[in-house]
């Protein structure tokens, strides 16, 4: 059974998964772990967002990558709506450990059942001339299919560092998750802040969705299997630490392609999911952690 | 209402139940009550440790397939009589809210919440993964040929059901009237103020999660008699978890009222949407309500009767 192939074939296809799942974390790690704001929905709007390529790819013939860009802004502008209602309705009224989590569940079975409602349940997929493509690098094999994702994702990441640490408003946001009350003083609106950062949480999830179609078909249900998996990785990487993120992922991507290989897809799911027990019970601040 | 009241309702809702199954032949209502009375018992069970306490539980599927799981194991290892499936199931399940009562000593809110859902994915990758009990093919279990005293298995689950309800809502109100309740709210308000008060928050929590998660396995244990072929996605449908926690929200936390008038409402709605759409757009429903719920009535129904009430009298 054990053969170095099998193992360095698993443990590339674990990064290149691994670079993906950093994708689909950005969203949390922005509104989870510097906003406080519970959004198990993020697995649902990426799910969305993977319709919406799908959508850009069938019936327009564009590029998933370039409908999940194209999307954007449209998502950009759901998360300010959905920001806007949280606010109002559970943040303002600081009710929103309860209340704000069941409203976000509530969002996951909307989203869920419009898309089975109106494209059923059978898997959809996109299609792009790369797609089935490889790339041979000496002993190493890069399926196209992997391989694009995981650079679109690094990409994504490094956009979102630098947005963070070099803008004025990405400094903002840092500000806001570190001191609320210090940010009025300045003359800030944390409100507006965190809109921003919501809505660029919930736009990552459009790129995130057709990078999540572009590696293999989906269902509307898919997404509940990603819950467990960002937020593992938002507490693994500790919180709202991009770099920590990444690393997260990619530990993460690895040991879920090792399973998976070694003892059967069937428990891969268990690998992630454990891992957040594990680390929730033991250390919460995460490997990365403040 | 009196607690003496409250009791005579009670057995005359059983001996109506068991009157009812000597009258009405059609099988179908049996399946439907069965299931909206299951989340009298789930969403009364959530509510013990959610409602009362402010620990959101998004793993009450786990529960219920732990003692769905558990029974039929024993079904299929000693056939073990249905009493005993009953309490099997409640006490592992118990167990298994006594271990999650441990981790709010490290996770609080919405850590909590996560875990319990990791735990619910852990524990269905297990039973897929488990031979003995059909892994992901699923399971048969055979009905008992004859039940004593009832023409039909169908019609003696449903009594059970019944039975299980009201002891699950008078687990919730004695607790909620007992120094217990009042310990439980005051973590849900202050957990670090309590403690300083002396309330012993951590006993309160483990009774509270114990309680809760026993009640769920004795809602589960019935399960593979009543599907004879369960499967782990049914039996850890993400359904329960959301309508174990949706139907408190649209009834009201703060009472063991709420629970029952959210799960009779809603679970009746989901029902009759069922069969006359479709059970995609019964969720979709769920999901909207929810929504609506949490935004513009943070008090449930209850909540609204009271202040209407309120009014009223002004």
């Known amino acids: ?290 | 209402m009196s607690g003496r009241v409250l009791l005579a309702v009670a057995v005359a809702l059983v001996l109506a139940a068991v009157a009812l199954t000597r009258v009405l032949e059609n099988q179908y209502y049996y399946f439907a009550t069965y299931v909206i009375l299951q989340y009298v018992v789930l969403a009364t069970a959530w509510n013990i440790l959610g409602g009362y306490t402010g620990y959101v539980n998004f793993g009450s599927a786990a529960f219920f397939a732990t003692g769905a799981y558990t029974a039929a194991v024993l079904i299929k290892a000693v056939a073990a009589p249905f009493p005993v499936l009953l309490v099997a199931g409640g006490l592992v399940a118990g167990l298994l809210g006594l271990g999650i009562g441990y981790l709010t000593l490290r996770l609080r809110g919405v850590f909590f919440a996560i875990a319990t859902l990791a735990l619910a994915v852990v524990l269905q990758t297990l039973v897929v993964n488990w031979g003995y009990v059909g892994g992901s093919r699923g399971i048969y279990t055979l009905r008992p040929a004859r039940v004593p005293f009832f023409d039909n298995y169908v019609e003696f689950l449903f009594v059970v059901m019944v039975v299980l309800a009201l002891g699950a809502l008078a687990t919730a109100r004695w607790i909620e009237r007992s120094w217990i309740g009042r310990g439980l709210v005051a973590i849900r308000d202050n957990e670090e103020a309590a403690e300083c008060m002396g309330v012993p928050t951590l006993r309160l929590k483990l009774v509270a999660t114990t309680v809760s998660g026993a009640l769920m396995g004795v809602a589960g244990a019935p399960f593979p008699y009543y599907l004879t072929y369960m499967e782990p996605t049914s039996a850890f449908n993400l359904d329960y978890a959301i309508n174990s926690l949706a139907m408190p929200m649209i009834g009201g936390t703060t009472t063991w009222v709420g629970p029952l008038v959210g799960a009779v409402l809603l679970g009746a709605a989901q029902q009759v949407a069922t069969v006359t759409i479709s059970s995609a757009l019964n969720l979709l429903i769920v999901g909207l309500v929810v929504v609506a719920f949490v935004i513009l009535a943070p008090e449930g129904i209850v909540g609204l009767f009271r202040r209407w009430r309120a009014r009223a009298r002004a």
């Open chain 1, 1 to 290: 059974m054990f053969s170095l192939d099998l193992l360095t074939d698993a443990v590339v296809a674990g990064i290149l998964l691994g670079g993906f799942y950093a994708a689909v974390s950005l969203g949390i790690t922005l509104a989870f772990g510097l906003l406080d704001i519970v959004n198990i929905a993020h697995p649902a709007f990426v799910i969305l967002g993977a319709y919406g390529a799908y959508v850009g790819n069938s019936r327009l013939g564009l590029d998933p990558i370039v409908a999940g860009l194209l999307g954007m802004p449209v998502f950009f502008l759901l998360g300010m709506v959905v920001y806007r209602v949280y606010y109002a309705s559970f943040e303002k009224r600081g009710d929103e450990s309860l209340r704000g989590l069941v409203f976000f569940f509530g969002i996951i079975f909307i989203i869920e059942v419009s898309l089975l409602l109106q494209y059923g349940v059978d898997y959809r997929s996109v299609d792009a001339a790369y797609l089935g493509a490889t790339l041979e690098l000496g002993p190493i094999t890069l399926p196209f299919r992997l391989a694009i994702p995981f650079a679109v994702a690094l990409g994504l990441t490094l956009l979102l560092h630098l947005f963070l640490s070099r803008t004025f408003w990405g400094r903002a946001v840092k500000a806001v998750s570190q001191d609320h009350l210090a940010l009025r003083l300045m003359g800030a609106s944390p409100v507006r802040v965190k809109a921003l950062a919501f809505a660029i949480a919930i736009a990552t999830a459009s790129v995130a969705g057709a990078l999540l179609i572009m590696i293999g078909p989906i269902e509307p249900s898919v997404g509940r299997e990603y819950i467990g998996r960002v937020f593992a990785i938002a507490v693994l990487g500790g919180m709202g630490s991009i770099g920590g993120t990444l690393a997260a992922s990619l530990i993460l991507g690895v040991l879920e392609s090792l399973t998976s290989t070694f003892y059967g897809p069937s428990w891969a799911l268990a690998v992630s999911f454990g891992i957040l027990l594990v680390v929730l019970a033991v250390r919460p601040a995460g490997l990365f952690g403040r």
